[in-house]
């Protein structure tokens, strides 16, 4: 499933009659939002059934006063399930970008395996946040992590890329893209 410039709320529940817990599969979201623009998004996966596996992978851009915020949240509610959130972003100019990624194993879950990974990095006068979550509300777990970096786009990257007759724009340009892939 990919959604394109997300807005609003949306909520997935992956249950024991899901194609992704009967075949293993995960159920893979793509979230992407390159376009100028601030925007605001909550999504919410809750994993029901056994074995419900869903990864998500964010990528977003914010530029000149864009205002972007998503939030995203898996909710462990079974047996044997996996989630990962990762949410890679770059802001420029006078933008903000933020992420908030929360992995929830409720007292239904029983061997679960979570992981939640954010980062951005700051070009000009940007800014950003960081608000990775883990709550674990039971002893059965299998594996639960987090992490979070953000840092302004390095110097000695910059550096390096002009010393090889590339241009400060076409640096930044290329650190970003790298970043975001």
């Known amino acids: 499933m990919k959604l394109k410039n997300p807005t609003g709320t949306k909520r997935i529940v992956i249950d024991n009659n899901d194609v992704t817990t009967r075949h293993g599969a995960p159920l893979q979201i793509t979230l992407e939002d390159f376009d100028r623009g601030s925007r605001e998004f909550n999504l919410e996966v809750i994993l029901k059934g056994e074995n419900a596996h869903c990864e998500i992978q964010g990528r977003a851009t914010a530029q000149g006063e864009d205002k972007k915020i998503w939030n995203v949240k898996q909710v462990?509610?079974?047996?044997?399930q996996i989630g990962k959130i990762e949410l890679r972003g770059t802001a420029s100019e006078k933008s903000?970008?933020?992420?908030?990624?929360?992995?929830?194993?409720?007292?239904?879950?029983?061997?679960?395996?979570?992981?939640?990974?954010?980062?951005?990095?700051?070009f000009d006068e940007a800014r950003g946040k960081l608000l990775p979550i883990l709550t674990v509300k039971t002893d059965k777990v299998l594996g639960a992590s987090h992490s979070a970096s953000i840092a302004p786009v390095s110097e000695d990257q910059l550096l390096y890329l002009q010393s090889r007759g590339i241009s400060q724009k076409e640096a930044e340009n290329?650190?970003?893209?790298?970043f975001l892939k």
């Open 174 to 178: 290329v650190l970003r893209e790298g």
């Open 96 to 122: 903000f970008l933020q992420f908030d990624g929360t992995a929830e194993l409720t007292h239904k879950s029983v061997d679960a395996d979570a992981q939640v990974r954010e980062k951005i990095i700051l």
């Open 76 to 80: 462990f509610e079974g047996k044997n």
